[in-house]
Nanobody, 113 residues
């Protein structure tokens, strides 16, 4: 079955960096677009970044210039490099497949002022 396992979350001070990783299995990874979503403490959930099968990345305006999504097809891995973190980036971050959408269990990112 589809499995997405996130890691790399934690507590960091504002301006710091974290790298999230997602280990994928149970589906044709190299042929699947992948994404990162986040759910804020106020329970708003939205897409943060998306990467195509060919490696073309997209990020939302709120994280442009700070977050980078990448993938390693040979290792079935997706990454989210997060730099210059802000308090408003505090959320649970989820790795997902795109169409159909499967979700990982999430990893908590907390940014302190």
């Amino acid at each position: 079955q589809v499995q997405l396992v996130e890691s790399g979350g934690g507590v960091v001070q504002e301006g710091g960096s974290l790298r999230l990783s997602c280990a994928a299995s149970g589906f044709p990874f190299s042929g699947t677009d992948m994404a990162w979503y986040r759910q804020t403490p106020g329970n708003r959930r939205g897409m943060v970044a998306w990467i195509s099968t060919g490696g073309s990345p997209s990020v939302i305006d709120a994280v442009k210039g700070r977050f980078t999504i990448s993938r390693a097809n040979a290792r079935n891995m997706v990454y989210l490099q997060m730099d210059d973190l802000k308090v408003e980036d505090t959320a649970v971050y989820f790795c997902t497949t795109v169409a159909p959408t499967y979700w990982g269990q999430g990893t908590q990112v907390t940014v302190s002022a």
